[in-house]
């Protein structure tokens, strides 16, 4: 079980910083063409490469006619290195010798020595020893003359030249004389220029953390020099070192800003590597149509500007997308070009992915043995260049194919050798995978106690991964793997005996972002200046989106921006803290008495499903699990649709017997609370038949939660002191310019807030209202917030879901789940009255995302949401009658009493108007408005007694008076 994600290509042109290839003096000449040569250096700095050609040839031909012959030479350096970052590689000789020979004849020694070193560059990576004959060559001249500089440049070179030959040791002895030299000289270009490399070489030994230091570095000198050339390079570089740590988001902020100067400065073979970089991390996402696009483009400008390296890795990405997509003969054909490509290279690095592709392809296929043959030579390419990170993955390939094969005591040998080319990084999305295969590998050899050590070391991997790791898509999907692991171990344990602790290792595995996000709020502290600097950008980019007339192209520009922006957004608010103000909560919610705990977890093929009562522990293995899957999927399209009738009901028989009938049969509670997982968080368990007749909602109150943690979490809160309502509707639909149309106005939704409003004073009621005078409320003093809007649900990016108010100048007029996460929720209620509004896609271990983990995130104890679409009077019935019980009832309770009477009413029977609602959260959670109500009424009655008293007392005075 190897973790299938794109490996994206590091940025392999080591030494791009202009100032690092740039001759290192201007030679003392004529004002004018000394000024000339300093304004060149200037634009290729800057990354005008263009302009500096042009600058360059018309100094040359001045210096040439002015018989200024070491300006000439200089000039013709310049030449070489705008040649060179314009990917015209093959033009960069011949300026080069003609310099040589120029500086030669002025037997000017510095001149020869700076020559010496652009040449070696031309043989970077053709032939690196060659590089460092050349360098030394220089060096002397250098050395002859003390050129410091160009002393500290040539050491630097020397470095690229040992990495290139994999001798990463003698690399970094270059490199640090280097940095020792630009310090002494107090040179920014240069150092930043060898803190790249030390960077590089981290990278490619595995420890994203030290690398992304020296990258640090090396962007602050960049940015005081002005090189933007530089700094997009290092941007690049950092990016993969994100992406190696497993935070993909902040890896594509890096590969987005390096993308927007690389077109600002043109610089063509920049451009095709950023995209190929976004393409891959768009992949990884799930992004497909956007990753091919990128792809394509990438491999377009590649070819036109000669650039082999950039080729070799949008060729593998294609590869890899018309594989996915089921055209393996394309696929093959792509990876095989790919792999040519890298040979003619001559670079081992470049070949390691190729062949690690094809060798996946042709075990795939069932040809073992050239399968073998391309996984030995890329892994004898990996250990050529010292590549551990990509030596680690290979192994472990190697281990997962000799287990398939039945050779256990080879394959852990294997997986272990892999692990222990990982030891020192900290690269941890591969580790935890490998440490579960071990473990499943001892548990074939019969070694319980060597597999459950594997298993605990793969959840302390997790929990790394835990610390690190952003909130955002790729933290979903890499925990989506993760769940894998607690299911196992969990399975594992509870086939051991022990259902408890199963029970404990599947609660410490979910809703781990959900819980993280309810300590942050619990944290929560005035915004900081990242997130306000995110909140600004993205406010500017949505007012661009509502207020300016742009051509389709830009739209679709512009929505790539502002999908950036919201994902910067997420990161600046939720990135977590190394030393959590709060831990996580350990201890076990303890339900009331009657209360059943169900959790469900669901495997390749078998569904789980484990219970709690009074502190005793069961589980039941459910077998054809894909297939109940589907039947479940059957039975909510009937169950959703009024028109079905009933036929509905023997599905509601079959399904509850393999769900829930065994548990509910042996103790019959007053409430369950549900852990779903996956497909089954859209399951109408309420509409569900048990083995008397009666209906689950007839049974018991329900609620649903991600974990039985959550709850936990929200008991250790202090009970809210909050009294308000806050009832909002929007009975105005303008269709948002990122949506897709066909929804109507409903004027219902104002009568139905309104109603709800009255049920409390004091209450708040908003229709029509702006989301920023949402915003603006005094959101913490609520207790129950109710939303009557439309809903937008966007399965496929959850943190887009978002609810319906109206425009302002600062805000879109759609309250996004991202927003809500920030809101300063504390409320014991909130409603979300709206079609589709818990539709918001599912993580395994995570529950439904969207608009539920974000109020809950945001501080809401209860979430009320629906899961398909409503008719107007039917959920005005509905509503009505669960806020008729919610003042002497808890939550669940409540819309218990809700589905009673839907059951009761001939109109509303059916399914589809009552099961569609579910409770997220604390279904415990009691509401005061009605004894508020009931004492308000008392001392209105009373006030008005005295009144009349009063008034009668005055009348007997008036009587006696007269």
């Known amino acids: 079980m190897i973790f299938r994600s794109w490996k994206l290509s590091p940025l392999v042109v080591t030494i791009v910083l202009a100032g690092a290839l740039l001759p290192s003096l201007i030679l003392a000449g004529p004002a004018d063409l000394a000024g000339e040569l300093e304004?060149?250096?200037?634009?290729?700095?800057?990354?005008q490469f263009r302009e500096a050609l042009d600058a360059a040839l018309e100094t040359a031909d001045h210096a040439a006619t002015a018989g200024a012959t070491t300006d000439q030479a200089t000039a013709l350096l310049r030449i070489s290195d705008a040649l060179y970052y314009l990917g015209r590689r093959a033009e960069t000789l011949p300026p080069m010798e003609q310099a040589l020979a120029l500086y030669q004849a002025a037997a000017d020694t510095a001149g020869i020595g700076r020559t010496f070193y652009s040449l070696a560059y031309y043989f970077e990576r053709t032939d690196p020893e060659r590089m460092f004959t050349l360098l030394s060559e220089g060096k002397k001249y250098a050395s002859a003359v003390q050129d410091k500089r160009l002393l500290m440049n040539i050491a630097n070179a020397a470095g690229v030249a040992r990495w290139n030959q994999g001798n990463y040791d003698a690399a970094t002895i270059h490199f640090e004389e280097s940095i020792a030299l630009a310090r002494e000289r107090r040179d920014d270009a240069a150092l930043a220029s060898a803190n790249q490399n030390l960077g590089l070489i981290d990278y490619h030994r595995g420890d994203g953390r030290k690398a992304l230091e020296h990258y640090r570095q090396a962007l602050s000198a960049l940015e005081k020099t002005g090189n933007s050339h530089g700094v997009a390079v290092v941007l690049g570089n950092m990016g993969n070192a994100y992406l190696a740590l497993g935070d993909p988001e902040s890896g594509r902020e890096c590969y987005d800003r390096a993308l927007f100067i690389d077109r600002e400065n043109d610089y063509q073979r920049g451009i095709s590597t950023m995209l190929e970089n976004l393409?891959?991390?768009?992949?990884?996402?799930?992004?497909?149509?956007?990753?091919?696009?990128?792809?394509?483009?990438?491999?377009?400008?590649?070819?036109?500007?000669?650039?082999?390296?950039?080729?070799?890795?949008?060729?593998?990405?294609?590869?890899?997308i018309a594989l996915e997509e089921g055209r393996p003969e394309q696929g093959l054909r792509q990876y095989a070009t790919a792999l040519e490509l890298a040979r003619n290279l001559g670079d081992p690095y470049a070949l390691i992915d190729p062949l690690q592709r094809l060798a996946e392809l042709a075990f795939r296929s069932g040809d073992d043995t050239a399968g073998r043959e391309y996984l030995r030579e890329a892994r004898q390419c990996a250990a050529d260049c010292g590549a551990t990170y990509s030596g680690g993955i290979l192994a472990a390939m190697l281990g997962e194919r000799l287990a398939a094969e039945g050779q256990v005591a080879a394959a852990i040998a294997t997986y272990e050798k892999a692990l222990t080319q990982h030891e020192a990084t900290h690269i941890r999305t591969h580790v935890f995978l490998w440490c579960a295969d071990l473990a499943a590998l001892y548990r074939q050899q019969g070694d319980p106690v060597a597999a459950e050590a594997q298993y605990r070391l793969s959840l302390a991997a997790i929990e790394d991964l835990d610390a690190v790791i952003a909130t955002g898509d790729f933290r979903r999907y890499l925990f989506n793997q993760a769940a894998g692991v607690y299911r196992d171990f969990a399975d594992w344990t509870a086939d051991r005996g022990d259902l408890a602790g199963a029970w404990r290792i599947l609660e410490q595995g979910?809703?781990?972002?959900?819980?993280?996000?309810?300590?942050?709020?619990?944290?929560?502290?005035?915004?900081?200046?990242?997130?306000q600097a995110s909140l600004s950008r993205l406010a500017a980019l949505q007012k661009r989106w509502r207020e300016e007339s742009l051509t389709p192209d830009q739209r679709s520009?512009?929505?790539?921006?502002?999908?950036?922006?919201?994902?910067?957004?997420?990161?600046?608010?939720?990135?977590?803290?190394?030393?959590?103000?709060?831990?996580?909560?350990?201890?076990?919610y303890q339900p009331d008495s009657g209360t059943l705990l169900l959790t469900y977890s669901l495997g390749n093929d078998t569904l789980q499903v484990f219970s709690a009562w009074d502190g005793t522990y069961q589980r039941r293995q459910v077998p054809a699990a894909r297939a109940l899957m589907r039947r479940c999927s059957i039975f909510s399209d009937l169950v959703s649709d009024p028109a079905t009738g009933d036929t509905w009901r023997a599905a509601s028989r079959s399904l509850a017997a393999v769900l829930l009938a065994p548990e509910m049969a042996a103790h019959r509670p007053d409430r369950v609370v549900i852990m779903p997982d996956r497909e089954l968080w859209g399951l109408p368990f309420t509409a569900l038949t048990l083995f008397d007749g009666t209906l689950l909602a007839e049974a018991a109150a329900v609620s649903l939660t991600p974990a039985v943690r959550t709850l936990a979490e929200i008991s250790r809160r202090p009970p809210a002191a909050r009294d308000a309502i806050l009832a909002v509707a929007c009975t105005r639909y303008s269709v948002p310019a990122d949506s897709s149309s066909g929804l109507v106005n409903i004027?219902?939704?104002?009568?139905?807030?309104?109603?709800?409003?009255r049920r409390s004073d004091p209450s708040v009621l908003l229709v029509n209202t702006s989301e920023g005078s949402f915003k603006a409320q005094d959101l913490p003093r609520m207790q129950i917030i109710h939303f009557a809007s439309h809903i937008l649900a966007d399965p496929r990016r959850p943190?887009?879901?978002?609810?319906?108010?109206?425009?302002?100048?600062?805000?879109?007029?759609?309250l996004r789940a991202r927003e809500i996460y920030r809101l300063p929720l504390d409320t014991r209620l909130t409603v979300v009255s709206g079609c589709r509004s818990g539709d918001g896609g599912t993580v395994p271990g995570e529950g439904?995302?969207?608009?539920?983990?974000?109020?809950l995130s945001a501080g809401s104890r209860a979430v009320v949401l629906s899961r398909?679409?409503?008719?107007?009077?039917?959920?005005?019935?509905?509503?009505?009658?669960?806020?008729d019980a919610l003042g002497d009832n808890p939550a669940d309770i409540a819309l218990q009493q809700a589905r009673l009477a839907c059951l009761d009413s001939p109109d509303w029977r059916h399914p589809a108007y009552w099961s569609t609602y579910f409770l997220a959260g604390d279904g415990s959670q009691q509401c005061d408005f009605r004894p508020r109500a009931l004492i308000r009424g008392l001392v209105l009655l009373g006030c008005g007694v005295l009144l009349a008293l009063a008034a009668v007392g005055l009348g007997h005075r008036r009587n006696n008076f007269f």
Do not use: C
């Open 279 to 320: 393409a891959g991390v768009n992949f990884l996402l799930g992004r497909v149509d956007l990753a091919r696009d990128q792809f394509t483009e990438a491999l377009a400008i590649s070819e036109r500007s000669g650039d082999i390296r950039t080729q070799v890795f949008t060729r593998l990405g294609l590869g890899l």
């Open 557 to 588: 520009e512009l929505l790539l921006w502002i999908s950036s922006a919201e994902a910067q957004y997420d990161r600046t608010r939720w990135r977590p803290s190394p030393d959590p103000l709060v831990p996580l909560a350990t201890s076990s």
């Open 868 to 883: 398909w679409n409503l008719a107007d009077r039917g959920a005005a019935f509905f509503m009505e009658k669960m806020y």
């Open 799 to 814: 943190n887009r879901s978002g609810i319906i108010l109206g425009p302002d100048q600062d805000n879109d007029g759609v």
């Open 510 to 531: 979910r809703a781990r972002d959900l819980s993280f996000r309810l300590l942050q709020n619990r944290a929560r502290a005035v915004v900081s200046g990242p997130e």
């Open 848 to 855: 439904l995302l969207g608009l539920s983990h974000a109020l």
């Open 747 to 757: 004027p219902a939704a104002g009568d139905e807030a309104a109603r709800v409003a």
């Open 39 to 47: 304004r060149i250096n200037s634009m290729i700095s800057a990354g």
